[in-house]
C-alpha cells in the first residue's frame, strides 16, 4: 500500500463554487476549497474583489493524492468543464475575477 500524499492545484475557472463542485466528485481528491487569488491587495472584501480592481480570481484550490490522480488528469477535467477562452467570463458571470487561469505549486506542475 503506497502512502497517503498530498499535493495542491489551484485553479480559476470563473465561478468557483461550479468548478468545486465538479472536483469533489473526484476520486484522488480529498479537499476543495474556493477562494480568491492572485490580486494585488491583501486579504481584499468581497465587495472590493466583485469590482474587479483588485486583480483577484475565483478560484479553488484542489487537495489531491497524486498516486491517484495526477495534476494533468485534473487540469484535463478543468479543461474540459469549462471554456478558457472567453476572457473575464464564464456563462453569465463577467469579470476579471470570473478568468481561466491556472496558479502552479512546483516546477512539475509548472513543466
Same mark, same amino acid.
Given at each position: 500500500m503506497e502512502d497517503l500524499k498530498v499535493e495542491i492545484a489551484t485553479l480559476a475557472?470563473?465561478? $468557483?463554487w461550479c468548478t468545486e463542485a465538479v472536483f469533489e466528485r473526484v476520486e484522488g481528491v480529498s479537499k476543495v476549497i474556493p477562494g480568491f487569488t492572485g490580486g494585488q491587495i491583501k486579504n481584499p472584501a468581497y465587495r472590493e474583489i466583485i469590482s474587479g480592481r483588485t486583480g483577484h480570481a475565483e478560484t479553488i484550490e484542489i487537495h489531491f493524492d497524486p498516486n491517484v490522480i495526477s495534476f494533468k488528469e485534473l487540469l484535463l477535467?478543468? $479543461? /474540459?468543464?469549462h471554456d478558457p477562452t472567453t476572457l473575464n467570463? +464564464? +456563462?453569465y458571470d463577467k469579470g476579471t475575477q470570473y478568468r481561466s487561469a491556472v $496558479?502552479?505549486? /512546483?516546477?512539475?506542475q509548472k513543466k
Open positions: 475557472g470563473g465561478c $468557483f477535467i478543468f $479543461f /474540459s468543464t467570463r +464564464q +456563462q $496558479f502552479y505549486h /512546483s516546477g512539475d
